[in-house]
């Protein structure tokens, strides 16, 4: 069964790109790797997601390596509304056995 | 095109007293998901529809938890008898397909038990 890590909390400045990497093992490998963002008493939202090398859209950048056992959410340039949580999602399995494997999720506070 | 709703937004009750939540997924949507966040806590998931037939629900907590979706439209969630330990926001997310393809969430329930 895949198996996701990321760092609980993360502090950052206004303006500081800040990255959160999520370390998965065993991923489905036909699969995309999924990021969403939670505001409290809000329902995730979508950011972005990739399946290897980089992605970017005109919120976030998506940094998937080779072998696909880590990703790296990047924010660049954030602002005080970026404070969220921020989880990872992939998949794990095939046919019958697959399942959606969602990360913790990293609370992400942006300070002035 | 209507996003994923949910009712009601807010339910207090007293432990002991059942309460149904109730998610109306976006149209078209055959999967269905119901998640649960407790205070302080990550999301987890609870269940997964595909139509009207439960996929998954390894996520249920226990017996007092069951849910339905009849007709593979709007979905149910009914807690019978509420405990403490079970407030919290629910989630409902609907998506096209079961893969890490984007679900959409709605804007949750937030259910306190007294």
């Known amino acids: 069964l895949a198996k996701t890590t990321q760092p609980i909390s993360m502090d950052s400045y206004e303006g500081q790109e800040v990255n959160i990497t999520c370390s998965h093992n065993?991923?489905?490998?036909?699969?995309?790797i999924t990021w969403y963002q939670q505001f409290p008493s809000q329902g995730p939202r979508f950011i972005i997601q990739g399946y290897k090398t980089k992605v970017t859209n005109e919120v976030a950048s998506l940094f998937i390596p080779a072998d696909r056992k880590s990703s790296t959410l990047s924010l660049p340039r954030v602002s005080l509304s970026d404070t969220a949580v921020y989880y990872c999602l992939v998949g794990d399995g095939m046919d019958s056995n697959y399942q959606l494997i969602w990360g913790a999720g990293t609370k992400l506070i942006i300070k002035p | 095109e209507a996003g994923v709703t949910q009712f009601p937004s807010h339910s207090v009750i007293e432990k002991g007293q059942t309460v149904t939540l109730r998610c109306d997924p976006i149209s078209g949507h055959d999967n269905l998901y119901w998640y649960r966040r407790v205070m302080g806590k990550e999301i987890k998931f609870l269940l997964h529809f595909v139509k009207e037939s439960k996929q998954d629900e390894s996520g249920m907590p226990n017996n007092r938890f069951l849910a339905e979706r009849t007709g593979g439209t709007y979905s149910t969630l009914k807690v019978q008898p509420a405990e403490l330990e079970d407030s919290g926001v629910y989630f409902c997310a609907s998506s096209v397909r079961y893969n890490t393809d984007t679900q959409y969430f709605g804007p949750g329930t937030r259910l306190t038990v007294l």
């Open positions: 065993n991923i489905a490998t036909n699969d995309y």
